[in-house]
């Protein structure tokens, strides 16, 4: 079975300092990682994701993830927090066909 | 504009009433997703599809239904055997049912009220 956990339901940060959204996962098998970002009211969009390449994944936005096989994380990383970077961050695991299981967000603000 | 359209934004129902939510998608692919969303939870998967005619039950299918007669659309009718239908709907769709491979693309979702 597999699950994800978003350790932090809301992170804030200053405008200009980093970011870091945590999230640790289980699988029995190799997954593929993902983050969404949703706006409010908004549907998902997709911020990167990770399907055993690289384990440095680049994203939009200036936001990037490490996949951790060891510490079974993929934590969202950004150096400069922008005012626009509030939202809802979802992390996502799939380890088969169309069986994707979302954890429960961090909500993101960003103090002016 | 390629993209994910849903309709209405917003949706309010009486308790016992049936309601169908709009899908429709001119990306040209073959998967189609339905999930909820509920306040301080992930999306939950309600419903499937990967080719028209055929769809398939997600995690929380009961008081659900769907139909996909088009591979454009793929709407959602919520029953009044869903006990607790107040919540964020999201389609989503993909080219291909692997979802390891092919990133889905969103709508920007219905919210229903049950009042």
């Known amino acids: 079975a597999q699950s994800v956990t978003q350790l932090d339901s809301h992170v804030s940060v200053s405008e200009g300092t980093p970011v870091l959204l945590r999230c640790n996962y289980s699988?029995?098998?190799?997954?593929?990682l993902f983050w969404y970002v949703q706006h409010p009211n908004k549907g998902l969009q997709l911020l990167l994701k990770?399907?055993?390449?690289?384990?440095l994944v680049k994203g939009i936005n200036g936001f990037e993830a490490e996949f951790k096989k060891s510490e079974t994380s993929f934590h969202l990383t950004k150096p400069s927090a922008h005012m626009s970077d509030a939202a809802e961050y979802f992390c996502?695991?799939?380890?088969?066909?169309?069986?994707?299981?979302f954890g429960a967000g961090t909500r993101l603000t960003v103090k002016p | 504009d390629g993209g994910i359209t849903q309709s209405p934004k917003y949706l309010f129902r009486k308790e016992g009433q049936n309601v169908t939510l709009s899908c429709e998608q001119n990306?040209?692919?073959?998967?189609m997703y339905w999930y909820r969303q509920d306040p301080g939870q992930g999306l939950r998967l309600i419903y499937y599809?990967?080719?028209?005619?055929?769809?398939q039950k997600g995690d929380i299918a009961e008081g659900y239904s769907v139909s996909r007669e088009k591979k454009e659309s793929f709407p959602l009718t919520v029953t009044s055997a869903q006990k607790n239908p107040t919540a964020f709907y999201l389609c989503?769709?993909?080219?291909?049912?692997?979802?390891?491979?092919?990133?889905?693309?969103f709508g920007p979702g219905t919210r229903l009220t049950v009042l």
């Open positions: 996502v695991v799939s380890d088969r066909v169309n069986d994707m299981r």
């Open positions: 599809s990967q080719i028209v005619n055929d769809f």
């Open positions: 989503a769709s993909s080219k291909g049912l692997a979802v390891s491979y092919n990133e889905q693309f």
């Open positions: 699988s029995s098998y190799s997954p593929s």
């Open positions: 990770y399907t055993s390449a690289a384990t």
């Open positions: 990306l040209n692919h073959d998967a």
